[in-house]
């Protein structure tokens, strides 16, 4: 008889095999919308900022701007985040529905397809065969749908919590070039806005590479480079426009 101990070391038995990883994909998904997030709010309210500072020296102007960018930008990420989420939960939802009901209807079919998956993983007939099995037996669902789809039934992403993290993540990362610009003197406020959103943008951006699995230096580089090209872009833009229309 065919044991456990016959599977090859590296072999990939099944999604219930890695209940850590399960556990923290939802994690993760919070984690991605607060980076991402965070740096939307640093370059927008950036922007928006140096583009009303070039055009106004004005410290109530260019806070009132900016907290009218903020509110805006973090119910837009929110509702943004929450909209696209929720059509991925759908999809995945109607996915495991379409697989349930094969699985009620052709439930031999659908075992030698879970067998075939791992066999072209690299298993045995045989042990790919008692792997698809025994994985059925416990839950047959579930063993069908991350093997075959990727996607846990009992982990489905959630929209609110992308939702409330991309807001939060938001607000924060908009706070940082607000305030500095609103707090810092007349004299070296452009300045210390451009070095804060600079040094907030490395650390999106080192977080953004490192989820990512990317080139940590190219991603920082990039992400700076973005930042800096807006805030100059509308810095120009409103220094030209408010000289026309003052």
Do not use: C
Request: charged share 20%; no cysteine; proline share 3%.
């Amino acid at each position: 008889m065919t044991t456990e101990a016959e599977l090859p070391p590296d072999a990939e038995i099944g999604p219930h095999d890695d209940e850590p990883h399960r556990n923290t994909s939802g994690l993760l998904n919070w984690l991605r919308a607060a980076v991402l997030g965070a740096n939307d709010g640093i370059v927008s309210v950036a922007g928006l900022v140096m583009g009303v500072a070039g055009a106004t020296t004005d410290r109530h102007t260019i806070f009132l701007a900016g907290t009218a960018g903020l509110a805006s930008g973090a119910l837009s990420m929110a509702t943004g985040e929450y909209v696209s989420v929720s059509t991925q939960r759908d999809t995945e939802r109607a996915l495991l529905e379409k697989e349930r009901r094969e699985l009620e209807e052709d439930p031999e079919e659908e075992l030698a397809e879970l067998a075939g998956i791992y066999r072209n993983k690299g298993l045995s007939e045989e042990v790919a065969r008692r792997v698809a099995e025994e994985l059925t037996a416990h839950d047959a669902l579930g063993a069908h749908a991350e093997a075959e789809l990727g996607i846990s039934p009992d982990n489905l992403t959630n929209p609110w919590q992308a939702a409330t993290a991309s807001m939060i993540a938001f607000t924060l990362g908009a706070l940082l070039p607000l305030l500095t610009i609103t707090l810092v003197g007349h004299s070296f406020r452009i300045w210390a806005t451009v070095i804060a959103v600079v040094l907030a943008l490395a650390l999106t951006g080192f977080g953004s590479a490192r989820f990512a699995e990317a080139e940590v230096r190219r991603a920082i580089l990039r992400n700076i480079a973005g930042g800096v090209l807006a805030m100059a872009i509308t810095y120009v833009i409103g220094h030209v426009v408010g000289n026309v229309t003052g």
